[in-house]
């Protein structure tokens, strides 16, 4: 079965950094697009990045173009995120998101002073 773990969250403070990763297992992964998705307090959960397979094209929400970037390794089956110049509105659950409708169980990030 599709199992995706995610981890690297935590409490930043503006303008810093942290690196999101994705570890996933159950699937071809290198066959399948891989998308970030977050999810905050009382809002609906909305994408942030997707990386398809083969070419590896990205997409990114335009709230965090120019300061997030995805990718991935197809030796390791993982997908990360790498989030800079963060700010206090990027805090939310963040989830990984891959084929057949399957979901990680999420990893907090906090932006704040």
């Known amino acids: 079965q599709v199992q995706l773990v995610e981890s690297g969250g935590g409490l930043v403070q503006p303008g810093g950094s942290l690196r999101l990763s994705c570890a996933a297992s159950g699937f071809t992964f290198s066959s399948y697009s891989m998308s970030w998705y977050r999810q905050a307090p009382g809002k609906e959960r909305e994408l942030v990045a997707t990386i398809t397979s083969g070419t590896e094209y990205t997409i990114y929400a335009d709230s965090v173009k120019g300061r997030f970037s995805i990718s991935r390794d197809n030796d390791k089956n993982t997908v990360d995120l790498q989030m800079n110049s963060l700010k206090p509105e990027d805090t939310a659950v963040y989830y990984c998101?891959?084929?057949?409708?399957?979901w990680g169980q999420g990893t907090q990030v906090i932006v704040s002073s």
């Open positions: 998101k891959g084929p057949f409708r399957s």
